[in-house]
């Protein structure tokens, strides 16, 4: 008798929704990674999604705004597990998120099972998410992974002299991507890439690759990130190897620069390029820096938002704006609020940012240099800013379509002018 | 619950009562009541429940049933049944359709699914011959480092498992007219398999060669004195397992419409050990509870910390602690557990009737 009271009990447990959702609130589902290498960059996607949120008053459209947080792991059967748990069990309406390319374009293919919600990518860059059969309803208001690299090649070319490179970078769609961008610019100025090393995201052992760099290079393009960034320059160092640095996006941001030990010192002179520069004296970078460190109390923060967390607030801002111009009406499958997102143009703290046909961001790339910011710590200087930055990299969609996707021999460095 | 398989260990021989009860009445009543929620789910759970609490645990328990099969029946305690999962995942996206048009072979599903199944059995039956010259410890070191080196080799190699990203859009056939991929077809579909593999696993363990098997785990010296080839049994063990596992693998690529290295990745190895291990490895039960407590800890872990105001990132501290929790009262396992439990409730009698005992 017992038993069948528990079943019962349990049965009724089951039946009630959980999402059940109030009509006067939209709900928001946070999904980042807080496990594997970019736990920390996560965590700052999460903050930033608070700061946004307070900054509207959790108000949009004359709604109350809620947000619910799904953890994954960087892997995309998490992330699609994850996703599909914010909608169909906490019943949300608008999905923030992934993180990490392969998580993105997993979500891709997810999309288009829900046509009805809205997913408004957080940070990750891979490239196919929005140019290979992209879903119509997956936002990407940040630039893609090639774009981050673009303008670093001529950079290094033009200002440092440095056109023989040896790269390292993550065995990863987003590694593969941003290397890309960094490649296609560095070989249209002339460069030549001499060999390209590949290394398992995640790895802790960098012996072998660090072992088998050339000699005979100007510098060696880096594009690994997070603890993995760390662990390199940490073998990097006892290796006693001091080959000048070229940074991929993720190299040199906040997650590296505050971590503790001198390894990250071998950052000193790199050149690196992103979609954000910690000192860009624009008004609107300052005060969103301002309202960041004001916000969360020091011990709890970054010195200045990192790169994850700019991702995932735009993509909050850009939720926001929707949601007012559609004066929080979610109807008709959210149609309205796909059109009010894909056509106006929104200003976030990088400048003034707009959706192509394929719903992916055209803007603005920083270029910096890591310093010594003379209190022990390093920091990033803006020292250039390459403005339109496009999907295709400045080739018309033919062009870029024909150069075919990233990979680990893509793009053919000869055959844009360069050597290698 | 008088549960409808032998407890493993114990040396019962039962007294049954002359006249032989017919084969219905021989099923006690909770695996009636047990039957009839299972397969009336769909009227009150959501699709979430059904597809991703109910679908994801039948195939991690399934998984787990696996290596329960052999930790329990065998004294072997592999790590390779997830790797084994996945390769039977990767042979469906390889040999069936998949959105990595380059490489999958768009055969039809009657071809695919027995390949799949035959390739991870090879692979598992070969794992197996290699593990099954160590023992103990040395059996969890061999399989563990043959997962690890399987899951690097998936993510490194292009030609055929197309690397760290893998394969995407791998959705079942569809069948008699039926999308298997919506919540109620996929639940009956995994709770089918499980079933199925749940009865042949009783079923192998009460023949010949489960009783023999069972025989060489407890002394396998004996066992060969009378004649048993003890290789031939724990090979042969490897590859039933094997086929379970990829049976369940199958069905978790279809779940994820993807699969992709991290799928068999070491955490997700260990994961399955755990699922084992907080079960209980004595029963085949024991693998579909651990798995139904980790897919909960696992999907609303983050919400029951946010509950009680706490930070949801630190999600994997509740599932850490939960099975530190349990492995420390209870060794053996949730069905340890309630094997206690019973056991008290046997002594201290009825509280209505007074009667001890049943």
């Not at chain 1, 390199?232 to 940074?247: C, D, P, R």
């Not at chain 2, 055929?160 to 791998?170: K, S, W």
Request: glycine share 12%.
């Amino acid at each position: 008798m017992r038993k069948s009271l528990v079943a019962s009990a349990v049965a009724a447990a089951f039946m009630m929704p959980s999402g059940a959702m109030a009509q006067d609130s939209i709900k928001l589902g946070i999904l980042v990674a807080l496990e594997g290498a970019f736990a920390e960059g996560g965590a700052d996607g999460v903050r930033n999604v608070e700061l946004a949120l307070q900054q509207a008053g959790f108000e949009a459209g004359g709604k109350k705004i809620e947000y619910v947080v799904a953890p994954s792991d960087t892997t995309p059967d998490t992330a699609v597990r994850q996703a599909r748990k914010l909608i169909e069990q906490d019943g949300v309406d608008i999905i923030i998120g992934p993180l990490s390319g392969s998580e993105g374009i997993a979500m891709r293919d997810y999309a288009k099972t829900v046509p009805d919600k809205t997913i408004i990518n957080g940070i990750s860059g891979a490239l196919e998410t929005t140019w290979v059969d992209p879903a119509p309803n997956f936002f990407r208001f940040n630039l893609d992974g090639a774009q981050w690299g673009a303008g670093l090649g001529t950079y290094v070319v033009e200002e440092k002299g440095w056109n023989r490179v040896a790269t390292v970078a993550a065995d990863y769609s987003f590694g593969y991507t941003n290397f890309l961008g960094f490649a296609v610019d560095f070989c249209r100025a002339g460069g030549e890439i001499v060999e390209r090393f590949w290394v398992p995201l995640g790895s802790s052992d960098f012996g072998g690759v660090i072992a088998s760099l050339p000699d005979d290079v100007d510098a060696i393009y880096l594009g690994v990130g997070g603890t993995d960034a760390i662990n390199f320059l940490n073998q990097y160092n006892q290796a006693g190897s001091e080959t000048n640095l070229i940074g991929g996006t993720i190299m040199a941001d906040q997650t590296v620069l505050t971590s503790r030990g001198r390894a990250k010192d071998a950052l000193i002179g790199t050149p690196t390029s992103g979609p954000l520069a910690s000192d860009d004296p624009s008004e609107a970078w300052q005060n969103y820096v301002k309202a960041y460190q004001e916000a969360f109390p020091e011990d709890e923060r970054f010195p200045s938002p990192s790169l994850f967390g700019v991702g995932y607030y735009i993509a909050t801002l850009a939720a926001l704006q929707a949601i007012n111009e559609v004066g929080g009406d979610l109807g008709d499958g959210q149609a309205a609020l796909h059109e009010a997102l894909s056509s106006n143009p929104l200003d976030t703290p990088l400048g003034t940012v707009e959706l192509n046909e394929n719903r992916q961001a055209s803007g603005s790339v920083f270029i910096t240099e890591v310093v010594d910011d003379g209190e022990g710590g390093l920091k990033n200087v803006f020292k250039a800013r390459v403005d339109n930055v496009t999907q295709t990299l400045g080739m018309t969609p033919e062009e870029f379509r024909a150069m075919g996707l990233p990979s680990r021999d893509n793009p053919d460095c000869a055959a844009l002018g360069g050597g290698g | 619950m008088a549960l409808a398989e032998p407890p493993l260990g114990r040396t019962t021989a039962p007294t049954r009562p002359a006249p032989q009860k017919v084969w219905v009445e021989r099923i006690p009543p909770i695996w009636w009541v047990l039957g009839l929620f299972l397969l009336t789910l769909p009227a009150y759970a959501n699709d979430f429940i059904l597809f991703q609490v109910f679908g994801w645990t039948f195939i991690l328990g399934m998984i787990a049933l696996s290596l329960m099969f052999l930790a329990g029946y065998g004294g072997m305690v592999s790590l390779i049944q997830m790797s084994v999962a996945a390769m039977a995942g990767y042979m469906v996206a390889i040999f069936g359709t998949s959105g990595i048009a380059a490489i999958s072979m768009d055969l039809p599903w009657w071809l695919y699914i027995p390949i799949a199944i035959l390739i991870a059995a090879i692979f598992g039956t070969i794992v197996g011959a290699l593990a099954v010259r160590t023992e103990g410890i040395y059996t969890i070191m061999i399989t563990l480092a043959i997962a690890a080196a399987f899951f690097y080799f998936t993510r490194q190699n292009y030609t055929i498992f197309n690397g760290y990203t893998g394969f995407n859009l791998v959705v079942p056939p569809q069948l008699f007219g039926i999308d298997w991929r919506q919540p109620v077809p996929f639940y009956y579909l995994t709770l089918g398999w499980a079933a199925i593999s749940y009865g042949v696993v009783i079923y192998v363990s009460r023949a010949p060669f489960g009783l023999a098997l069972q025989g060489i785990r407890d002394n396998p010296r004996r066992m060969a004195a009378l004649g048993f080839n003890v290789t031939a049994h724990r090979v042969a063990a490897y590859t039933f397992a094997s086929v379970i596992a990829a049976l369940a693998g199958i069905l978790l690529v279809w779940q994820n419409a993807q699969i992709a290295p991290g799928t068999a990745g070491i955490p997700a190895v260990i994961d399955i050990l755990v699922i084992a291990v907080i079960g209980g490895i004595g029963r085949p039960i024991g693998p579909f509870v651990g798995a139904l407590i980790y897919v909960l800890l696992r999907t609303f872990s983050p919400d029951v910390l946010l509950t009680f105001g706490l930070s949801g990132e630190r999600f994997k501290l509740l599932i850490g602690l939960g099975f530190l929790a349990l492995v420390f009262f209870s060794p053996d396992g949730v069905l340890g557990l309630w094997d206690r439990w019973r056991a008290r409730q046997a002594r201290r009698g009825d509280p209505l009737t007074g009667e001890k005992g049943e």
